[in-house]
Structures are given as structure tokens and as C-alpha cells.
């Protein structure tokens, strides 16, 4: 059974960093690309950031470029987003999740295209 588990939510002050988790178990968590998604009250899902399997290809939604980046360690199962001078738009709720993907095109990745997702963590950044 696959689980995908998120961590390091939390309430930060505007200009304020964060460093989200996740963990996957019960899937060759080398096998798939992974992403981190958010999703604010009343608005859709947004694909924030992807990596690869190998973490050597990265994508992230201009909004973000140069202020959050994305990592894993395959050998510990877990993703990682640090996300540095957040603003109070970006409260919401981050999701990880994974996908089988294996190509380099990250950006044409779709919501769709992620089969296991995570329960969330919160996110909240105040002014």
C-alpha cells in the first residue's frame, strides 16, 4: 500500500522561510518523479514545483523561480521543498505527490498525470 505522508507546515511571518517533507513508502520511490502542489480555499490545484527521479531535472511555476527549491534524497524515501520569502498569497495547503513519469519534460506534466498524493500540509503566511 502506497503512502505519501507531508510535513513542515506551519503559520511564518511574511519574508519567512519553510522547509516541507514527505516521505513515500510502499512504491520504488527511485522509480517515480515527484511534485509539490498547493491548493488555496476557492481556487484550483497548482502544480508548484516537479524533480525528477534523479533530481537532476527541476521545474517550478514562475511564481516561484529563485525563492523555493526542490530536492530528494532517494536513499531516505523523501522529498523536500524549501521555500524561502513566502507571501501571504501563497497560504494554502501543500500537497506532495508522485508520478511515473520518467522523461525530462517537466513542465508538461499535468495534475493528472500524479497518481499518489499526500494528505496535505498546511501553510500559512501572515502579513
Known amino acids: 500500500q502506497v503512502q505519501v505522508v507531508e510535513s513542515g507546515g506551519g503559520l511564518v511571518q511574511a519574508g519567512g522561510s519553510l522547509r516541507l517533507s514527505c516521505t513515500a513508502s510502499g512504491l520504488t520511490f527511485d522509480d517515480y518523479a515527484m511534485g509539490w502542489f498547493r491548493q488555496a480555499p476557492g481556487k484550483e490545484r497548482e502544480g508548484v514545483s516537479y524533480i525528477n527521479w534523479s533530481g537532476g531535472s527541476t521545474y517550478y511555476v514562475d511564481s516561484v523561480k529563485g525563492r523555493f527549491t526542490i530536492s530528494r534524497d532517494n536513499a531516505k524515501n523523501t522529498l523536500y521543498l524549501q521555500m524561502n520569502s513566502l507571501k501571504p498569497r501563497e497560504t494554502a495547503m501543500y500537497y506532495c505527490?508522485?508520478?511515473?513519469?520518467?522523461?525530462?519534460?517537466?513542465?508538461?506534466?499535468?495534475?493528472?498525470?500524479?497518481?499518489?498524493w499526500g494528505q496535505g500540509t498546511q501553510v500559512t503566511v501572515s502579513s
Open positions: 505527490a508522485a508520478t511515473k513519469y520518467g522523461g525530462s519534460w517537466l513542465f508538461a506534466l499535468a495534475t493528472s498525470d500524479f497518481g499518489y
